[in-house]
């Protein structure tokens, strides 16, 4: 049985007003989209937005949209994150996963 190793890392601060960028890397599996989750200081994960490299764009969460949050492909297994004119509310913890090729949260 294969193991995939997804590495997840840390963010630098960034200030009111500026555009956050965060990668994600699937590692070696082929066919999986990344899925985005926020989730604050005693709260539960929300989901942000998922996206496949086949789609046009993305698919967002209830209270998240385009143009503030992007997600964005460079390859089938590299994917981005992009948060645009943060404000105070948007920071938290943002995890990925991998994700089947499915619109469903």
């Not at 601060?13 to 989209?33: F, I, P, Q």
């Not at 989750?37 to 996206?51: A, I, L, M």
Request: hydrophobic share 30%; glycine share 10%.
């Amino acid at each position: 049985i294969g193991v995939t190793v997804v590495t997840q890392k840390p963010v630098l601060s960034v200030r009111k007003g500026e555009t956050a960028t965060m990668d994600c890397n699937l590692g070696t599996v082929t066919g999986s989209g990344a899925r985005w989750y926020k989730q604050t200081p005693g709260g539960v994960p929300q989901f942000v937005v998922v996206f496949h490299h086949s789609w046009s764009s993305p698919n967002y969460g209830s209270g998240f949209s385009s143009p503030k949050f992007t997600c964005t492909h460079q390859s089938t297994s590299d994917y981005r994150l992009i948060i645009k004119n943060v404000e105070e509310g948007d920071s938290a913890v943002y995890y990925y996963c991998r994700s089947s090729n499915r619109l469903s949260e």
